[in-house]
């Protein structure tokens, strides 16, 4: 006899289904307390065999995992609502054919879902093409947007690139704009600023005037008078003080940097000489124009004008152009810096200029400053001041430095050099110094230098100065009742001529000579432009007018020019290189005037 098995075969296929049952019945007794699972087995009666077949063909209700089952501590009452719960009769666990029938209706149940499932999935898969077909449509409107955006992205950088470009621009135009009107307001300042200078200029000569009649009243009465010297003693320090800065004032307004034009005029043995035609429009403007003195008929050229501080004409004396020079003598006896430079080609009158001839009527500017300082010290004795003059001369031949107050054949090494650091003030190392107590002893310190000086003949000159000399005036003052000293430098320069010789030594002089002249017309453009860097080390010559271009001094030139046709050129150059230093503005000069303690 074989053997039953424990489950049918179709039981088994269901056997997760049975046990999910018996759990959740196990699992809803468990949750209950003692007294009512005694209730719960009295209540309980055993089915017939064929309630069981019957209710076994009724397919039982799915009962939910998630069924909710009470906790123990609920009161009793809650079973009846189990009870409720929980309709279809357990079947036993012997009754496999009950079994086997729930599982067969629930395999239909199962089967009919499994239908509609399939019908939803087609109906399902139906709806995703059309959904993918809409997707792969998007996707490809997607990258023709892509693409778009990418391309109106790069024209918008473009337009951006281009648009910086324009920004840059405008700015720039902005700038430009800003700078033209600050300078058109700049311009519109000076212009006033100039109006109200010369007024004041004006008053200050009104006021320069009065104050010297009074100087001069005072110091006859101080002369005359010996009574009441201490009272009147502060007075005249008072006007000389008063007077100092009055004379300083109207200097500053003349300008630190002043060019004056003189034209040499023809000597008796130069009266056959061909002239260009030379006018002088007023005081201070000239206008020159070359002609063709020939029987042919007159060339027209454009006429060139110039305009300077002052015009020195062929009929001008050597006291006239000293009456204008003494102002700047006189701003050496204050204290201040001053230096006084002739310029122009050989043989236009420099050295005569500066030193000039025999006999007091000729004396140049060297001889005449000298003068004046030596008569100026009488007045600043009787005011209480003690004053030293030291003289020294040089010249710088072929860009050395030569001492002209040693004889000696074995000159000195002389290098130019800076008082101090912080100062642009310079002096010229091994130079030898002389102290002189008169005029005298000047003149004779100036024939020496003079005798020791190189010069050559030239086409144009005869006795053409060949180097560039330089008389140093040192004046030291001290004034121990006011406590108060000061050291000024006056420096009178005569520079070489530019005319070329024949020989090899002269051209030799003449490149040096050129080019320290050329060196000069640089620096005098830097300062016109306001370069940060000024070439003044570039030679001798501009090395050692560094202070009086571009320092604390006061500057005077003199730009001497002839009225023959044949310089016409030279004259030219002459006269634009003075335009150019006229438009030169330096700092303000300070005065070297300090206090000390004894």
């Given amino acids: 006899m074989s053997r039953i098995p424990k489950y049918p075969p179709a039981l088994k296929e269901n056997r997760p289904a049975l046990s999910n049952t018996r759990n959740a019945t196990r699992t809803l007794v468990t949750g209950l307390s003692e007294a009512d699972k005694k209730t719960l087995i009295l209540n309980h009666t055993r089915p017939a065999r064929n309630a069981t077949v019957a209710a076994a063909s009724v397919p039982a209700p799915r009962m939910k995992r998630s069924a909710t089952v009470p906790a123990p501590s609920a009161v009793p009452n809650k079973v009846a609502k189990i009870e409720k719960k929980v309709v279809a009769p357990r079947i036993p666990p012997y009754d496999f054919k009950a079994r086997f029938n729930d599982l067969s209706e629930k395999h239909k149940v199962i089967k009919n879902e499994l239908c509609e499932l399939k019908d939803k999935l087609v109906e399902v898969s139906d709806e995703y093409e059309k959904v993918k077909e809409a997707v792969d449509s998007s996707i490809a409107e997607r990258d023709m947007w892509k693409e778009k955006v990418t391309n109106t992205m790069k024209e918008l950088r473009q337009k951006s690139m281009e648009y910086e470009s324009l920004k840059i621009d405008l700015e720039f135009k902005n700038k430009e704009n800003e700078e033209l009107q600050s300078k058109a307001k700049l311009l519109e300042t000076m212009t006033s600023s100039l109006t109200l200078k010369t007024l004041e200029l004006d008053r200050l000569k009104m006021e320069h005037d009065k104050l010297q009649m009074e100087y001069k009243g005072a110091l006859e009465l101080i002369t005359t008078s010996k009574t009441d010297s201490d009272a009147m003693q502060n007075i005249l320090n008072t006007m000389y003080t008063d007077q100092r800065i009055l004379r300083n004032t109207v200097q500053d307004l003349k300008g630190n940097i002043r060019v004056y034009c003189r034209v040499r005029p023809p000597l008796d043995f130069e009266a056959s000489k061909p002239l260009y035609n030379l006018n002088v429009l007023d005081a201070c403007s000239i206008e020159v124009e070359k002609i063709e003195l020939l029987n042919s008929a007159r060339k027209g050229k454009p006429q060139h004008t110039f305009t300077f501080d002052g015009i020195f004409t062929p009929h001008s004396t050597q006291e006239d152009v000293f009456s204008e020079v003494s102002q700047m003598v006189q701003s050496a006896l204050d204290g201040y810096n001053v230096c006084i430079f002739a310029y122009g080609q050989t043989g236009s009158g420099k050295t005569y ?59 000195l090494n002389h290098e130019i050099k800076m008082v101090n650091s912080k100062g642009t003030d310079l002096y010229v190392s091994n130079l030898k110094e002389e102290e002189v107590k008169s005029s ?88 016109q432009n306001n370069q940060s860097h000024i070439p003044y080390r570039n030679s001798k010559l501009t090395h050692l007018l560094m202070p009086s271009l571009g320092g604390n001094s006061k500057t005077l030139m003199l730009v001497n020019i002839n009225q023959f046709d044949e310089c016409f050129g030279e004259t030219l150059n002459s006269l634009r290189f003075a335009t150019k230093v006229n438009s030169c503005r330096t700092v303000k000069a300070k005065k070297n005037l300090t206090q000390y303690d004894m």
């Fill in 353 to 411: 200029t500066m030193e000039g001839g025999s006999g007091e009527d000729n004396y140049g500017i060297i001889p005449r400053a000298i003068n004046m300082i030596f008569t100026c010290i009488g007045d600043l004795k009787r005011m209480g001041w003690d004053l030293t003059i030291k003289a020294s001369f040089l010249e710088i031949y072929n860009e050395v430095i030569y001492d002209l107050l040693n004889s000696c054949k074995d000159q």
């Fill in 440 to 527: 005298h002893d000047f003149i004779r310190l100036l024939l020496f230098a003079q005798r020791n000086r190189q010069t050559a003949a030239t086409i144009n000159n005869e006795r053409s100065s060949r180097s560039h000399s330089v008389a140093q005036i040192k004046i030291t003052a001290i004034n121990e009742k006011r406590k108060e000293k000061f050291t000024s430098n006056l420096n009178l320069v005569d520079l070489a001529g530019s005319e070329s010789g024949k020989t090899t030594q002269r051209m030799d002089e003449t490149k040096h000579i050129n080019r320290s002249l050329s060196e000069l017309s640089k620096v005098i453009l830097s300062l």
